[in-house]
């Protein structure tokens, strides 16, 4: 299964972009990398997904570099409530219509006012 | 998205007991799969909830321990078998809604702790 790494934590100032990096130098090609935020005692939240392409959803967006081998969420206006920890993830999809998310070890977001 | 309740949300069981954890959609699903999370540490995926057939259990996770049910395509049961304190963890179901191609909804969680 292809790993993801990821910063243990990071800070960063209320109303600022939180740009948060993964590498995931193992990745296939045809895994998709997606990030997904886990507000303490909560179950995960979805936020963005990608294969190549930068992508850009209501909630963040997603820098995908062209060999594929690492990636960035961005959180364009960071506000308190974006405090949490925040997981890259591979996808890995099967034939058979099974897939599998692979979870790192995660970056744990604090959200300064 | 889909709504996804787990019962218990959290319980304290004495070790050698077994507990049934239980995850109800509101609306029918094609996938559903069982996480673990143990204390600080990141998910990890126990098995995938087949519908009608044995669960697909991951990688050091077997079905005596962990036996599933999945009887329909809205609700599926883990059972934590001879549970031991190393068990104590929360426990999340997560399930693909059909006709969504992106993303895994999960569920709030089960917290046990075992004596």
């Known amino acids: 299964d292809a790993k993801t790494t990821q910063p243990t934590s990071m800070d960063c100032a209320e109303g600022r972009a939180a740009n948060l990096p993964c590498n995931h130098s193992?990745?296939?090609?045809?895994?998709?990398v997606y990030w997904y935020r886990q507000i303490h005692s909560q179950g995960p939240q979805y936020i963005i997904h990608?294969?190549?392409n930068n992508e850009t959803n209501e909630m963040a967006s997603l820098i995908i570099t062209e060999d594929r081998k690492s990636s960035t969420l961005i959180l364009p206006h960071a506000t308190l409530r974006d405090t949490a920890v925040y997981y890259c993830?591979?996808?890995?999809?099967f034939g058979n219509g099974n897939e599998k998310l692979t979870f790192g070890t995660g970056t744990r977001l604090t959200i300064i006012p | 998205s889909a709504v996804i309740s787990q019962k218990p949300s959290r319980d304290i069981c004495q070790r050698g007991t077994s507990l049934t954890i239980q995850c109800q959609v509101d609306?029918?699903?094609?996938?559903m799969f069982w996480y673990r999370q143990q204390p600080g540490q990141s998910l990890t995926l126990i098995a995938t909830a087949n519908q009608g057939s044995e669960a697909t259990y991951e990688s050091g996770f077997v079905i005596d321990k962990f036996p599933i049910s999945r009887p329909n395509l809205t609700f599926s049961t883990l059972t934590v078998s001879n549970m031991s304190p190393e068990d104590s963890s929360i426990y999340l179901c997560s399930v693909r809604r059909k006709g969504s191609y992106n993303e895994q909804f999960f569920g709030p969680g089960t917290r046990l702790t075992v004596l």
């Open positions: 990608g294969l190549k």
């Open positions: 609306s029918q699903v094609t996938m």
């Open positions: 193992t990745i296939s090609g045809n895994e998709y």
């Open positions: 993830i591979v996808r890995v999809a």
